[in-house]
C-alpha cells in the first residue's frame, strides 16, 4: 500500500488547518503543534521556529519511513521550503502532493501584521518546475536542506 506525503501551503489565516483536517488517518504535522503550549501561543523566536521545521522534517522523516500517510500543513512561502519537505517523498518513495490555500479567514495564532507582510513579499507561487530544481540540487547535496 502506498503512503503518501501531502504538503499544505498558505499565509496564516488561509485555511491549512482546515484543508488537513480532511486527511483522516493521516500523521498531521505543523509547527503550530511544536510552538503551542497549553493550546496557547506566547511570544516566538525565530529559533523556536527553525526548531518547529526541525521537529516537523524529523518526525515527517521518521512516519515516512513506518510507511504512514503524512499531511503538514505549514507556511512554507518558496519552492526551497516546500523541497525542504519534499525530498522525504522522494526518499521513502512516497507519493507527493501539494496543496495551496488561499483564503482570507484571519489568523487564529495572533501572527504579527508585519510578519504576514514579510511572509507575502517572499511567497513563490507553486511551480512544479522550480519544486524539481530545489529537490535536485538537495537531492544532489548541492545545497543543506
Known amino acids: 500500500m502506498k503512503n503518501y506525503l501531502i504538503l ?5 489565516g488561509s485555511g491549512k488547518s482546515t484543508m488537513a483536517d ?19 501561543y506566547s511570544d516566538v523566536t525565530p529559533e523556536e521556529i527553525q526548531a518547529a521545521i526541525a ?10 519511513a513506518a510507511r504512514r500517510s503524512v499531511v503538514v500543513c505549514n507556511c512554507m512561502t518558496t519552492m526551497r521550503h516546500l523541497a525542504n519537505m519534499a525530498v522525504f517523498a522522494v526518499k521513502h518513495g512516497a507519493v507527493l502532493a501539494v ?8 489568523s487564529v495564532h495572533n501572527v504579527p501584521p508585519e510578519a ?9 507561487p507553486f511551480s512544479l518546475k522550480e519544486l524539481n ?6 537531492m544532489r547535496g548541492e545545497k543543506d536542506a
Not at 8 to 12: A, D, K, N, S, W
Not at 55 to 64: F, P, Y
Not at 99 to 106: L, N, R, S
Open 8 to 12: 499544505v501551503r498558505g499565509l496564516p
Open 22 to 40: 480532511k486527511y483522516l488517518g493521516y500523521v498531521r504535522l505543523e509547527n503550530d503543534m511544536y510552538l503551542s503550549k497549553d493550546g496557547k
Open 55 to 64: 521537529w516537523c522534517k524529523v518526525t515527517a522523516d521518521i512516519m515516512l
Open 99 to 106: 496543496a495551496e490555500c488561499t483564503g482570507e479567514y484571519g
Open 116 to 124: 504576514i507582510e514579510r511572509m507575502k513579499a517572499e511567497w513563490q
Open 133 to 138: 530544481r530545489e529537490l535536485g540540487e538537495l
